[in-house]
């Protein structure tokens, strides 16, 4: 089959398009006919070999974790699926080798959540990873029913699900970009500020008395800008910065598969409550034009890498 594929750690330019074995199917995964994949960060940042300290990286190397498609087959301890299920996974492994910017790639039984027949598969394969960080930030900072909330990022793949999730919830979100995303953000429902200089500044117009919780998908600045834009008591979490909790008394999340958590996503979608920006699409072929799409840093919702 054909996937996307490194040889050496020289990041996306280093990718080609190579013929590779089929997966195997292990005795608790499923093997999914891939439809989509969508680009997270830490793709691109993979393929610079920069997640080595954390999961073991082994080339030759597909990167890739989210990904959505139709059950091809099923290893003999799963139950509940059918050959032709429409699925959608966050297919984090313990070990990154064989990921999802594949024609088919095999999946452990704790990645994967039945896809809604409202919901097209490009939509789905860009809920995994970026839908559930947005929601497990939000259970960090337990953001809910009447809070501020500051989400940083707010027009990226992670920021715009946490954005909507956080109105959702009740809470009044107020969300940083660039001005030319500033309208985007209004629609998915945050008042925007610009981000860099005056950033404090900037929140404390529309939130005078600080906000009750922080979303950090940025570190750095806006990280450290947290004490002077939250109130006494208030919340932060961050994906980046591992240091919030000693600093900050707040949450360092890493994402993690969580089907319950990927089903209710996908179903709010089916509803018409979560929307899916997809601001690229690139065949597999050109699969290293997404990831470097992606690593320009300034992606609205999500790139999409199909099959076709
Ligand atoms: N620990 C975890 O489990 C975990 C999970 C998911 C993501 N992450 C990390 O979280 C980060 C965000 O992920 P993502 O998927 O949302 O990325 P993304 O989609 O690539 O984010 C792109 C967005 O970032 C905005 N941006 C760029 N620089 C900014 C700045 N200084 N301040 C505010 N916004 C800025 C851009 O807005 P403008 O174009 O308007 O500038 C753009 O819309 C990445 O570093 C990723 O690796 C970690």
């Not at 989400?151 to 030319?180: N, Y």
Request: aromatic share 4%; glycine share 10%; proline share 6%.
């Amino acid at each position: 089959m054909r996937a996307a594929l490194i040889r050496s750690f020289d990041g996306p330019e280093s990718v080609e398009i190579a013929d590779v074995v089929e997966p195997a199917v292990g005795p608790d995964s499923v093997l999914i006919e891939v439809a989509a994949t969508s680009v997270n960060p830490v793709d691109w940042k993979i393929l610079h070999g920069g997640m080595q300290a954390a999961i073991p990286h082994h080339l030759p190397m597909t990167p890739g974790w989210d990904v959505a498609g139709t059950v091809a087959a099923v290893g003999p301890a799963i139950r509940d699926l059918q050959i032709g299920d429409r699925v959608a996974a966050y297919a984090r492994k313990d070990h990154v080798r064989d990921g999802t910017f594949a024609e088919r790639v095999a999946v452990p039984e704790r990645s994967w959540a039945l896809v809604p027949d409202e919901v097209d598969l490009e939509v789905a394969a860009c809920l995994p990873l970026a839908g559930m960080t947005a929601d497990m930030l939000l259970d960090a900072a337990a953001v809910g029913e009447g809070d501020t909330v500051l989400v940083h990022a707010a027009a990226g793949g992670v920021g715009s699900f946490a954005v909507q999730l956080a109105a959702l919830r009740g809470a009044t979100v107020v969300g940083t970009a660039s001005e030319r995303n500033h309208d985007y953000l209004r629609d998915l429902g945050a008042t925007p500020v610009t981000y860099g200089e005056g950033l404090v500044d900037h929140v404390r117009e529309v939130a005078p008395d600080g906000v009750d919780a922080v979303v950090d998908l940025v570190g750095g600045a806006a990280l450290e800008a947290t004490p002077q834009v939250l109130r006494d008591g208030g919340r932060v979490a961050s994906v980046i910065d591992p240091s919030v909790a000693d600093r900050f008394g707040g949450t360092y999340v890493f994402v993690r598969p969580d089907r319950a958590r990927l089903t209710r996503l996908l179903q709010l979608v089916a509803e018409g409550r979560l929307k899916v920006e997809i601001a690229e699409r690139y065949p597999l072929e050109q699969a290293r034009e997404a990831f470097l799409a992606s690593k320009a840093g300034h992606v609205r919702g999500k790139v999409v890498v199909t099959r076709d």
